[in-house]
């Protein structure tokens, strides 16, 4: 049936609000450049000490840690050809380190690189070469962001659409699916965590994981397509193609993303659960159809994956293990594929009748499974995945190897603010950490819960047959998964932004198409209708309110960032010629003659602009156990002597402060291993402000980033500062009262 005018026309508006959306969503991801890119002027303003050295201050500056080593490892790509593995820049003296991330991220990045500018000529990866690569690549993330709220569009407009137009609808034509796109785009480009991660020159995998985290619910939406009023589907006889296609494409998009960042298997264990529970239905055709969608999932995953697992440096380490990409990650997926399909093929073996092609096609639907069967399935599904991963070598000893080495002296991931909950966010309130994460839509979440609930609970309705309710139950499952994730570590908060913007289109697009369909008899259908409605006049108000907010950033707070970011990154780039090379920078595995000491967020900033290998980075203890805690022991050391006894083990010949360091001090000093009264020795707190002691004073960080009485530097025996910033702040950060020093400090040790 071909759509009728009124339906394309609705098409069509829909198309155009999709496209504002998309605009709007870069625009906001863009708003704050002026924080980032130093013009002419700027750059006039600068001292001579950071814009006099052949012009190697860039014109955007790129201050996100973790995009400063994607952006060196792009580099590295470039000029070797593939992306390196191994890196001793990360963990000086110990050697070279296994990076965490796998490779895929940056070689899209060099890919691009090679696509738009070519290869590095015969001079090398030149200042101007780099300078141009970062102009383009500053302003993926907001295009990534862009896409991602399309693709969060189309999801949820799939997730509501039930049908071919007409086929239940009086009027042969629903606004429903296009309301529930455009209230999903908008919640998502307007969301503050997602908007903050496809910030502008934020160059991270995380707003590429959210692309496909939004196509991988896409693509749910058409494994699990059937469903409509009729009870026998005769209009799904493509049924089980959708559930072929599907089921490539979504395993597909998630070995793309466990190859960008091994985190994502906890939403392709979400995938499994879902399979998992679809199997178990009351009808054997949509269970057949689970199986082997889900099989086909994990055996495409293990497909995309493998490459790059055989070639992964942490075999030698953690062989077996999937907390990072070993062999065990594809054999994991291999496991589950054979676990959901065996048990369905081995009851199409016992069965009386030819199973058919296609298990979904009409004259079979009307069939349905005892209690007894989908029992036996809920029993079988775990123990053949159980008996493939007790057949796969050494995968159970390296898993719980994986796990142990994750855990032993790991003093990373409470370290920084994105493992941090959402409680300390809003300052020991829940409500507050959503609200600034999550805008208003997010304290619309449990309102969103109920409703997929109850939309679950209906779609599961045998008497009217499944409305999909498979797909919806999955969208549930990402929701409360990611949720339960986001609240305790805010990382996870922008892979929740996906179905909690998907949701947000859903739930009151399902209750439009019931107004549509006239469905309001009764005093319980007419008050879901006036929530659904309220709901969605909610998310809309609440991304328009959010996307003001986004909107206008302060002009002051921008200028000071901006003056913030050229100072350090002016110190880094005269690092880079005013300072001897250690060796070569475009030889990942090549030998240093020296390091570089620092606070660990400072680490890959230095690997970048600088070009110099550093003692820790922001990895922390999964690329350096040692040198982690042996990095913050020097920056709380209060003997000089021992200090310099320190850098001679650590190797660093050069030691770069920040004031902001200082104010690290009590987080270094319990990464260092200080029991909990030495911790408390160098500061009190006080309704929330820090006051450091006399003791605090007499660090070595406080006396190389801080002024002396004056505003001359602390004279340190055995160091020599040979750079520092004439702007100063505050170790509070910014213009904030406090004890001051140059934004950055850069010493060098003497004999």
């Given at each position: ?358 298990p979904g096609i009409p004259g079979r639907t009307m069939v349905s499974r005892s209690w007894r069967e989908r029992l036996a399935c809920l029993f079988l599904v775990p123990l053949f995945g159980a008996i ?81 309710a498979e797909a919806r139950l999955h969208l549930l499952l990402n929701l409360v998964v990611f949720a339960t994730l986001a609240v305790s570590q805010r990382r996870f908060g922008n892979s929740l932004a ?254």
């Amino acid at each position: 049936m071909r759509p009728s005018r009124v339906q394309a026309l609705v098409y069509a508006l829909g198309a155009v609000g999709l496209v504002l959306v998309m605009g709007l969503a870069f625009d906001l991801r863009e708003a704050r450049a002026g924080g980032l890119i130093l013009d002419d002027e700027a750059r006039a303003a600068l001292p001579a000490t950071a814009a006099g050295h052949g012009g190697l201050v860039p014109t955007h500056l790129i201050d996100d840690p973790d995009a400063a080593y994607h952006l060196r490892r792009a580099e590295l790509a470039l000029v070797t050809g593939e992306v390196p593995s191994l890196d001793r820049f990360l963990n000086h003296p110990a050697g070279g380190s296994a990076v965490p991330w796998p490779p895929l991220f940056d070689g899209m990045l060099s890919f691009f690189a090679r696509l738009t500018q070519g290869r590095p000529g015969s001079m090398g990866l030149t200042d101007a070469y780099e300078a141009e690569l970062e102009a383009r690549l500053v302003h993926l993330p907001p295009l990534l962001g862009a896409l991602t709220a399309l693709a969060v569009a189309l999801a949820a407009g799939a997730f509501t659409y039930r049908g071919r137009p007409g086929l239940y609808l009086r009027r042969g034509y629903t606004i429903a699916p296009t309301v529930a796109a455009l209230l999903a785009g908008l919640a998502y480009a307007t969301l503050p965590i997602a908007a903050w991660y496809g910030d502008v020159g934020r160059i991270d995998h995380h707003v590429a994981i959210a692309l496909l985290f939004a196509l991988h619910h896409l693509a749910f939406a058409r494994i699990f397509a059937c469903g409509s009023f009729e009870s026998d589907d005769s209009h799904c006889e493509l049924r089980g193609l959708d559930a072929t296609f599907g089921g490539i494409t979504a395993g597909f998009l998630a070995g793309l993303a466990l190859l960008i960042w091994l985190a994502s298997a906890l939403f392709v264990a979400v995938a499994g659960i879902s399979f998992y529970l679809a199997c178990a239905g009351r009808r054997p055709e949509r269970s057949e159809d689970a199986r082997r969608a889900g099989a086909l999932y994990f055996l495409t995953a293990t497909l995309v994956t493998l490459p790059a697992a055989l070639a992964s440096p942490w075999n030698e380490t953690q062989a077996g293990s999937v907390i990072n990409l070993t062999l065990g990650v594809p054999m994991a997926l291999f496991a589950a594929a054979v676990a959901l399909w065996l048990p369905g093929q081995l009851s199409s073996w016992m069965s009386r009748g030819p199973a058919g092609p296609l298990p979904g096609i009409p004259g079979r639907t009307m069939v349905s499974r005892s209690w007894r069967e989908r029992l036996a399935c809920l029993f079988l599904v775990p123990l053949f995945g159980a008996i493939a991963v007790a057949v796969l070598p050494g995968f159970l000893g390296g898993l719980r190897e994986g796990f142990a080495w994750a855990s032993r002296g790991n003093l990373f991931m409470d370290v920084v603010d994105e493992s941090r909950p959402l409680v300390e966010v809003g300052q020991g309130s829940l409500l507050r950490g959503v609200h600034a994460d999550l805008g208003l839509v997010g304290l619309a979440l449990p309102f969103l819960l109920l409703g997929l609930v109850l939309i679950v609970q209906r779609s599961l309705d045998g008497r009217r047959g499944q409305l999909r309710a498979e797909a919806r139950l999955h969208l549930l499952l990402n929701l409360v998964v990611f949720a339960t994730l986001a609240v305790s570590q805010r990382r996870f908060g922008n892979s929740l932004a996906v179905p909690l913007a998907v949701s947000a289109g859903v739930v009151p697009g399902l209750v439009i198409g019931r107004i549509e369909e006239g469905l309001l008899s009764g005093l319980w259908r007419k008050t879901v209708a006036v929530c659904g409605v309220l709901l969605a006049i909610v998310v809309l108000v609440a991304g328009l309110q959010q996307g003001r907010a986004l909107s206008a950033p302060d002009a002051a707070t921008l200028d000071d960032t901006r003056a913030w970011r050229a100072e350090v990154l002016g110190g880094l780039r005269w690092m880079r010629t005013g300072t001897e090379v250690p060796g070569p920078w475009t030889m990942a595995m090549a030998e240093q003659e020296y390091g570089v000491l620092s606070g660990w967020g400072m680490g890959h900033l230095i690997e970048y602009h600088a070009r110099r290998p550093v003692v820790t980075t922001n990895f922390g203890s999964f690329v350096g156990p040692k040198s982690f805690p042996a990095a913050a022991a020097a920056l709380v050391e209060r003997d000089p002597a021992r200090f310099l006894e320190q850098l001679d083990e650590l190797d660093a010949a050069y030691v770069v402060v920040t004031p902001r360091i200082v104010g690290d001090l009590a987080s270094n000093a319990r990464i260092a291993g200080l029991t909990g009264p030495a911790r408390q020795a160098l500061f009190t707190k006080l309704d929330g402000k820090k006051t450091f002691s006399k003791a605090a004073a007499e660090t070595m960080a406080w006396r190389l980033a801080v002024t002396g009485p004056g505003g001359a530097p602390n004279e340190v025996p055995g160091l020599e500062r040979v750079y520092s910033s004439r702007r100063k702040e505050s170790i509070f950060g910014g213009r904030k009262a406090g004890p001051v020093g140059p934004v950055i400090s850069i010493w060098r040790r003497v004999e």
